[in-house]
């Protein structure tokens, strides 16, 4: 299968930036997806990109794509503690009549009062 | 996300158990689809259905089976749990070419 690496932890201190890394293998992946998951709760669609963009913007996140480098990026500007959470990149490729998603492992952002 | 419904949220049974996981939408969504996740591996696809009576297997389906009873419902069995699927069980839906959306999980642990 396909590869999406995070590192795993990530601490900033409330009011700072925070930016959530990840890389992945397949290039003909179509849309790239930041999914945000709270304590005993399953996955929220945070935002997506398509793979022609190379950025988003939505309020408080940003996403930067570098197709080149298959690099993935999420910016949270003046994080907050309710950010804290573990964040999944996760890539759709197709693969014959349907379109796989693949998973990061997740990175925990811990927000630091 | 509440239009994505799983029952039990959790569960704690023992070795050689049948348990069965459901998962019921309001979404529409024709396509649905079950993962595990388990610490620091992110989520693996266990089966998915595009379909009622389309089933597909996915990275990890040995030891479990589902069952695509309408479009909105779609349930995982654990033939004979065994304490390596202690795991938390997400079920998703999506429409075509459409992000996919996660209910809240189940927990289940096998002891």
């Known amino acids: 299968g396909e590869d999406v690496e995070q590192s795993l932890f990530l601490s900033v201190r409330e009011g700072d930036s925070s930016v959530i890394n990840c890389t992945y293998t397949?290039?003909?992946?179509?849309?790239l997806y930041w999914y945000k998951q709270e304590p005993g709760a399953g996955l929220q669609l945070l935002t997506y990109?398509?793979?022609?963009?190379d950025m988003k913007q939505d309020q408080r996140l940003t996403v930067l794509l570098n197709k080149k480098d298959k690099h993935l990026s999420l910016r949270i500007a003046d994080t907050q503690t309710g950010d804290s959470a573990i964040y999944f990149c996760?890539?759709?490729?197709?693969?014959?009549?349907?379109?796989?998603?693949?998973f990061g492992s997740g990175t925990k952002l811990n927000v630091k009062p | 996300d509440a239009d994505v419904t799983q029952t039990p949220r959790n569960r704690i049974t023992k070795t050689g158990k049948r348990i069965m996981l459901e998962c019921s939408q309001t979404?529409?969504?024709?396509?649905m689809y079950w993962y595990r996740q388990d610490p620091g591996l992110g989520l693996r696809l266990i089966y998915y259905?595009?379909?009622?009576?389309?089933?597909n297997k996915g990275e990890i389906s040995d030891g479990y089976s589902v069952s695509r009873q309408a479009q909105a419902k779609f349930s995982l069995s654990l033939e004979s749990a065994i304490p390596n699927q202690t795991a938390l069980y997400f079920c998703?839906?999506?429409?075509?070419?459409?992000?996919?959306?996660f209910g809240d999980g189940t927990r289940l642990s096998i002891l």
């Open positions: 998703a839906t999506s429409a075509h070419d459409q992000p996919q959306h």
């Open positions: 397949d290039s003909s992946s179509t849309y």
């Open positions: 990109i398509f793979s022609n963009m």
């Open positions: 996760a890539e759709e490729s197709p693969m014959d009549n349907f379109n796989k998603f693949y």
């Open positions: 979404k529409g969504h024709d396509r």
């Open positions: 259905s595009f379909d009622v009576k389309d089933i």
